[in-house]
Nanobody
Framework: QVQLVESGGGLVQAGGSLRLSCAAS????????MGWFRQAPGKEREFVAV????????DYADSVKGRFTISRDNAKNTVYLQMNSLKPEDTAVYYC????????????????WGQGTQVTVSS
């Protein structure tokens, strides 16, 4: 069982940066692949980024490549999403997710989810 708590969201101007954190409970965090997803009002939840349990492989949605970076610190049971050059279209609730076996972009495959943190980018 893994419990996830996101933090770091807020209001930022276009072109600015934010770093989201997702703190996980449980001693097995280091064995889980971790993903970030987002959901804007009236839209479906969409994939943002994913990282393997070891941190040796990452993948990103085309819309955030070159601007966002996912990383993790297994000693701190935390995964991060560094977001640079933010755009108004990045406005959404951001969720972290965990799964022991799945590494990919399908939100249906992740078994554990946080409650989300709001990111608002003003123009």
């Amino acid at each position: 069982q893994v419990q996830l708590v996101e933090s770091g969201g807020g209001l930022v101007q276009a072109g600015g940066s934010l770093r989201l954190s997702c703190a996980a409970s449980g001693r097995t965090f280091s064995s889980f692949h971790m993903g970030w997803f987002r959901q804007a009002p009236g839209k479906e939840r969409e994939f943002v980024a994913v990282i393997t349990w070891s941190g040796d492989r990452t993948d990103y949605a085309d819309s955030v490549k070159g601007r966002f970076t996912i990383s993790r610190d297994n000693a701190k049971n935390t995964v991060y999403l560094q977001m640079n050059s933010l755009k108004p279209e990045d406005t959404a609730v951001y969720y972290c997710a965990a799964d022991k076996f799945y590494f990919g972009a399908s939100n249906w495959e992740y078994n554990y989810w946080g409650q989300g943190t709001q990111v608002t980018v003003s123009s």
